[in-house]
């Protein structure tokens, strides 16, 4: 069975990455958090049994670490919602019979949710990751399913729930995964991270 793995990420340019962050600690500092995420998405990716497509906001660099086995294909939609449906399409064109999508904001994923997303699908229309934010760090699907992108209040808490009103009003099953975090303002980065690069940084 054709699986995919879609990864959305930005180019890892300084002051257009993590703005939220890059108000508290500046861009230099928010560029070095983004790129250790770009990092942890890549490893988890290569460790992935799948086709692995890299939609880019905005550009595609000419180089950076998405190189082969990877695909590059830019974002297209006026809003996340609908770029996330149009690279579902995109995929599904191309006769891939389920695929997950992530972003790369969180560092708690690991291959074994993607895997456990994809083998959920054999059972379930939708498989959501929830973030602890409210939002969600993994989507999969079998099918494009375009309502599920339309309406919805992307960058607030209401993200999951309605995405998830909205799968029950088609009547489609879905499954919930772990909870994780994500990183989306400089409380949320770990630790350890922070001291690291605090003293790099002095």
């Given amino acids: 069975m054709k699986r ?15 703005t ?6 500046g861009d230099a500092l928010t560029l070095q958090i983004y790129k250790r995420l770009l990092l942890h998405t890549r490893e988890v990716a290569d460790a992935v049994a799948a086709d692995r497509f890299v939609f880019y906001a905005d550009e595609i660099p000419d180089r ?4 082969e086995p990877y695909w ?6 006026e809003d996340l919602g609908k770029r996330m449906s149009n690279a579902f399409q995109q ?15 969180c560092y708690a994923l690991t291959a074994a949710h993607i895997e456990q ?3 959920a699908l054999h059972h379930a229309d939708a498989v959501i990751g929830p973030a602890k ?12 399913i375009p309502e599920i992108f339309e309406h ?4 607030t808490s209401a993200v999951l729930s309605c995405t998830v009103q909205c799968l029950q009003k088609q009547n489609l099953s879905y499954t919930l995964l772990e909870t994780l975090p994500d990183v989306d303002e400089w409380e949320d980065v770990p630790e350890a991270w922070k001291r690291d690069l605090l003293q790099n940084k002095s």
Wanted: cysteine-free; charged content about 20%.
């Fill in 64 to 67: 950076d670490i998405w190189h």
């Fill in 72 to 77: 590059k294909y830019l974002q297209s939609g």
């Fill in 152 to 155: 919805i209040p992307w960058s």
């Fill in 91 to 105: 995929i599904f064109n191309l006769a891939y019979e389920k695929a997950v999508i992530i972003g790369s904001d």
């Fill in 133 to 144: 934010d409210g939002g969600y760090y993994l989507l999969a699907l079998r099918r494009t």
């Fill in 20 to 25: 939220r962050i890059a108000r508290a600690v």
């Fill in 4 to 18: 995919a793995l879609i990864i959305f990420v930005r180019p890892a340019q300084a002051g257009k990455v993590k």
């Fill in 117 to 119: 997303a994809f083998e």
